[in-house]
């Protein structure tokens, strides 16, 4: 079956990095975007954050935009999130999911709602 299994979450002081893997089984990335979502305790799902689509190109949210950089390795069947200058608002779970990627539509105008197969997380925790 379709599964997504996220990894990489740790502690890591402010400004440090992180970098996340969403390694994806039972489907082929090749046909799929893949984004990346958070929540942090007691707030809203927030995302998503980031995208890859199936061509390489990519998506950021201005939230992340120029700390955190996604990238997919298709052979792998496995996206990345690598996350620098970490910020104490940055603690949350972080998911993954998947969306059809049907060319010609933008990745800015793939929504919340547009992904499914969410991973079960791995948290990411910002602090001193």
């Known amino acids: 079956q379709v599964q997504l299994v996220e990894s990489g979450g740790g502690l890591v002081q402010p400004g440090g990095s992180l970098r996340l893997s969403c390694v994806g089984s039972g489907f082929s990335m090749n046909y799929w975007a893949i984004g990346w979502f958070r929540q942090a305790s007691g707030k809203g799902r927030e995302g998503p954050l980031c995208i890859s689509g199936r061509d390489g190109n990519t998506y950021y949210a201005d939230s992340v935009k120029g700390r955190f950089t996604i990238s997919r390795d298709n052979a792998k069947n496995t996206v990345y999130l690598q996350m620098d200058n970490l910020r104490p608002e940055d603690t949350a779970e972080y998911y993954c999911?998947?969306?059809?990627?049907?060319?010609?539509?933008?990745?800015?105008?793939?929504?919340?709602?547009?992904?499914?197969?969410w991973g079960r997380g791995t948290q990411v925790t910002v602090s001193s």
């Open positions: 999911a998947r969306a059809f990627d049907q060319q010609g539509i933008p990745l800015s105008d793939l929504g919340p709602s547009t992904f499914g197969s």
